[in-house]
Nanobody, 126 residues
Framework: VQLVESGGGLVQAGNSLRLSCTAS???????????MGWFRQAPGKGREFVAA???????LYGDSVKGRFTVSMDGDDNSVVLQMNTLEADDTAVYFC??????????????????WGQGTQVTVSS
């Protein structure tokens, strides 16, 4: 199973960007995600939780993005979207998609996720 991210890039502060992530699977490796979400890592810093959603639509957000970012998961095709509005220079980071196949609760911890994408760069210029 691979998680494939898209939508990163360079954007000016105050503008918006939309990240997408889809699980790439085959019939020999079934994949059903309980929750999918996003973490980010800025240069010289640890990985930070951004947002996550369960297949039922329960969501969780990191404090620094509440009110600006929106996460949504499609349980039918194991995909997740992160809509990022009012971007700030501090949002600059590599954004990683993550999936949790087991549950039973939504998590903001890295250990709560078992599958990871390769990351996509988001750069916000001030």
């Amino acid at each position: 199973v691979q998680l494939v991210e898209s939508g990163g890039g360079l954007v000016q502060a105050g503008n918006s960007l939309r990240l997408s992530c889809t699980a790439s699977t085959d019939s020999t490796h079934p994949f059903i995600a309980y929750a999918m979400g996003w973490f980010r890592q800025a240069p010289g810093k640890g990985r930070e939780f951004v947002a996550a959603s369960t297949w039922r639509g329960e969501t969780l957000y990191g404090d620094s993005v509440k009110g600006r970012f929106t996460v949504s998961m499609d349980g039918d095709d194991n995909s997740v979207v992160l809509q990022m509005n009012t971007l700030e220079a501090d949002d600059t980071a590599v954004y990683f998609c993550a999936a949790d196949q087991t549950g039973p609760t939504i998590s903001s911890r890295e250990q709560g996720y078992d599958t990871w994408g390769q990351g996509t760069q988001v750069t916000v210029s001030s």
